[in-house]
T-cell receptor, first 117, second 115 residues
Framework: DAGVIQSPRHEVTEMGQEVTLRCKPI?????LFWYRQTMMRGLELLIY????????DSGMPEDRFSAKMPNASFSTLKIQPSEPRDSAVYFC???????????????FGPGTRLTVL | GESVGLHLPTLSVQEGDNSIINCAYS??????FIWYKQESGKGPQFIID?????DKRQGQRVTVLLNKTVKHLSLQIAATQPGDSAVYFC??????????????FGQGTILTVHP
């Protein structure tokens, strides 16, 4: 298995531009998580999905952030318009939840390093 | 203005020594715990997990201890190697509830192994 796939790996953009980050979870996993990591705030959960449905988006910082999961194998995190303070590493992770609970680890992708100038 | 980052705990050890990394968790309802390792420029990588019905679990060179009474988790690494240098995160979850696998991560501990 290729693991969680994220693209692009690096993104440099100018303030005000739209940024779209992409994630392909591990095949068969039914939960998907978007995180942001910065030196200031550490690893923060932004939003997560179960069976393609958003469950909790309370970690999304502002309305400029949005996420979608149109199918089980693809998710996007969009920032529009982007600001310099959005500069961070964004991770996608996936896991498998059984009917008995979620006693399975999350598998993380390699991350997208976003720099907003 | 001056930026203030997280001040992560640090642990420095000599190659070959044993390392112990500690973590305090907050939610008494948490029943599943994971240790992750994050190397520079990479995503967090699973090391070992433990359910709340256990107090100890061993892997290859690693042992996780769970003390539910004081809500404390530790990771022991035997014969630490330079390749173990990384940031280590503990994470907790109410896996038996309706968390859908949501994890709450600690701030992390920086482990540096000197040859």
């Amino acid at each position: 298995d290729a693991g969680v796939i994220q693209s692009p790996r690096h993104e440099v953009t100018e303030m005000g531009q739209e940024v779209t980050l992409r994630c392909k979870p591990i095949s068969g996993h039914n939960s998907l998580f978007w995180y942001r990591q910065t030196m200031m705030r550490g690893l923060e959960l932004l939003i997560y999905f179960n069976n393609n449905v958003p469950i909790d988006d309370s970690g999304m910082p502002e309305d400029r952030f949005s996420a979608k999961m149109p199918n089980a194998s693809f998710s996007t995190l969009k920032i529009q318009p982007s600001e310099p303070r959005d500069s961070a590493v964004y991770f996608c992770a996936s896991s498998f939840q059984t009917s008995g609970g979620s006693y399975n680890e999350q598998f993380f992708g390699p991350g997208t390093r976003l720099t907003v100038l | 203005g001056e930026s203030v980052g997280l001040h992560l705990p640090t642990l420095s050890v000599q190659e070959g020594d044993n390392s112990i990394i500690n973590c305090a968790y907050s939610n008494s309802a948490s029943d599943y715990f994971i240790w992750y390792k994050q190397e520079s420029g990479k995503g967090p990588q699973f090391i070992i997990d433990i359910r709340s019905n256990m107090d100890k679990r061993q892997g290859q060179r690693v042992t996780v201890l769970l003390n539910k009474t004081v809500k404390h988790l530790s990771l022991q690494i035997a014969a630490t190697q330079p390749g173990d240098s990384a940031v280590y995160f503990c994470a907790e979850s109410n896996a038996g509830g309706t968390s859908y696998g949501k994890l709450t991560f600690g701030q992390g501990t920086i482990l540096t192994v000197h040859p």
